[in-house]
């Protein structure tokens, strides 16, 4: 059994920053691609960013690169998505998710493990 619970997201004006954690149970984590994900009100899903077991690949989706950071802690068997310079449009529930294998992976369609989502709001 696999569960991934989110946390850390909130209110934060344009300018700020949040850190989003998620928690995975579970004794596969280390072979886990890890990715984030976003639904904007209206909007389809999306990839945020995806990291491999190791942490040695990540991806980010062009409007998030070089303001957010995904990382992974193994030993505490977390994932986190560091995002700074928040705008409006960042706006979203942001979903972790998981997927069985080494290679990094940011298709949707290819995760197995979903979280329930955090709500990330910014504010102008």
């Known amino acids: 059994q696999v569960q991934l619970v989110e946390s850390g997201g909130g209110l934060v004006q344009a300018g700020g920053s949040l850190r989003l954690s998620c928690a995975v149970s579970g004794r596969m984590f280390s072979s886990f691609n890890m990715g984030w994900f976003r639904q904007a009100p209206g909007k389809e899903r999306e990839s945020v960013a995806a990291?491999?077991?190791?942490?040695?690949?990540?991806y980010y989706t062009d409007p998030v690169k070089g303001r957010f950071t995904i990382s992974r802690d193994n030993t505490k068997k977390t994932v986190y998505l560091q995002m700074n310079s928040l705008n409006p449009e960042d706006t979203a529930i942001y979903y972790c998710?998981?997927?069985?294998?080494?290679?990094?992976?940011?298709?949707?369609?290819?995760?197995?493990?979903w979280g329930q989502g955090t709500q990330v709001t910014v504010s102008s």
């Open positions: 990291i491999t077991w190791s942490g040695g690949s990540t």
């Open positions: 998710a998981a997927k069985v294998g080494y290679a990094l992976e940011y298709r949707e369609s290819e995760y197995q493990y």
